[in-house]
């Protein structure tokens, strides 16, 4: 950024026609620029292009003029700088004449706990104007937040199945002697082995999720066929509970995405549904089309998920029941997933329960233009 400003200074300076001039028409839709200002148009033509923030103040602290982003980020509100610290900056440079560099936390806005991590450069531009270069570092540090919490999680997560392995394995060669332990131990191990492929699965296919805000390339998916694929794929786990799953499907329902992606967060959904669902109940399954939405909701008769909980049951690893999800080969990560999936198809996934009443869990994407006009919205029950 040191380069950056230097040639920034030195072209702003060079365009200084040393009378203070009005802008022209043509910017007054883009950016703020009082009549008292050094900057010329082509200046402005200038600082437009660059890919920093930037924010010019004049002696008496009022911004003569400002990028766009400057404040839609709440960073300038009604001709000043938001934020004190900004200010004590500009203060600083305007008294030392030394450029100064840092970075900054800054709030968001006046409501909520959320933060923007700016990196600032401030430096005299006249004798009376200041020039900020401000660069929004807050996806950036919240990717870093994100790759060592996940990191860490990882790491957390892997040492169960891996000291598990350890310890059948040196249990099998003790009773390498004993045909009917081996054989029990065998079994475990295997248990073991495929927990910690589908973790190492998940974990693979959540990193992908959480780089990509958008997907590469987005195919017509039926809605109707993924949750049918994914109904498919846990049936059988639901008949050895006992568990029937009702399905109603709409005739049509399709969103532009990935089929393997969508088809994946549903059978999430309906395995988490079985998982934690009594024997003897039922889970359903529904495809709805409303407006532009399409929605899948799975709702189960399970013990429900308690109210504390909810707000942090779609987070990386969080299990409401731990020791029912290691029984049930659980990874912690088929909600959070769920979750991504449906930010990168541009939805969101919502939940309702109740203690003793179940759960509710509802995906709500984008919907695709029909292909023809007025489609009949008949809908199809399928039972098991």
């Not at 919240?142 to 394995?169: M, Y």
Request: net charge negative; glycine share 6%.
């Amino acid at each position: 950024m040191v380069a950056v400003l230097a040639a920034v200074i030195a072209l702003v300076v060079g365009f200084v026609a040393g009378s203070l001039v009005r802008r022209r028409g043509r910017y007054a839709a883009a950016e703020s620029l009082r009549p008292a200002s050094p900057l010329t148009p082509a200046t402005i033509d200038v600082l437009r292009v660059l890919h920093a923030i930037v924010i010019v103040v004049d002696a008496s602290d009022q911004v003569v003029w400002s990028s766009p982003s400057a404040e839609a980020l709440g960073l300038v509100r009604t001709s000043e700088v938001s934020h004190p610290a900004l200010l004590d900056l500009v203060r600083g440079v305007r008294r030392d004449e030394e450029v100064r560099e840092t970075e900054l936390e800054v709030a968001r806005g006046p409501l909520g706990g959320a933060h923007l991590v700016l990196g600032v450069r401030v430096a005299p531009l006249s004798a009376r104007h200041v020039l900020l270069l401000i660069e929004d570092r807050t996806q950036a540090h919240r990717v870093e937040d994100i790759r060592r919490d996940f990191v860490v999680n990882v790491s957390h997560e892997l040492k169960t199945p891996v000291s598990g392995l350890t310890l059948l394995a040196e249990a099998v060669d003790d009773a390498r002697d004993d045909s009917e332990a081996v054989h029990r131990f065998a079994g475990r191990m295997q248990v073991e082995t495929i927990r910690l492929g589908r973790l190492v699965q998940e974990i693979v296919q959540l990193s992908r999720l959480q780089v990509g805000d958008t997907l590469d390339d987005p195919v017509l998916v039926d809605i109707v066929t993924a949750a049918e694929d994914a109904v498919e794929h846990v049936r059988l786990l639901a008949e050895d509970k006992g568990i029937r799953i009702l399905t109603g499907f709409t005739a049509e329902a399709r969103v532009y995405g990935d089929e393997n992606l969508l088809t994946t967060a549903i059978r999430n959904l309906v395995e988490n549904a079985v998982n934690y669902s009594d024997d003897d109940t039922q889970v359903s399954v529904t495809v709805q089309t409303d407006d532009d939405l399409v929605s899948v909701i799975v709702k189960d008769q399970g013990s429900g998920i308690p109210a504390a909980e909810l707000d942090r049951i779609f987070e990386r690893f969080y299990r409401v029941d731990a020791a029912r999800s290691r029984r049930t080969g659980g990874t912690g990560l088929g909600l959070a997933i769920v979750k991504h999936v449906c930010a990168n198809h541009g939805g969101e996934v919502t939940v309702w329960s109740e203690e003793g009443q179940g759960s509710t869990f509802t995906m709500r994407l984008p919907a695709a233009p029909p292909t023809a006009p007025d489609t009949p919205d008949t809908t199809r029950k399928v039972t098991p």
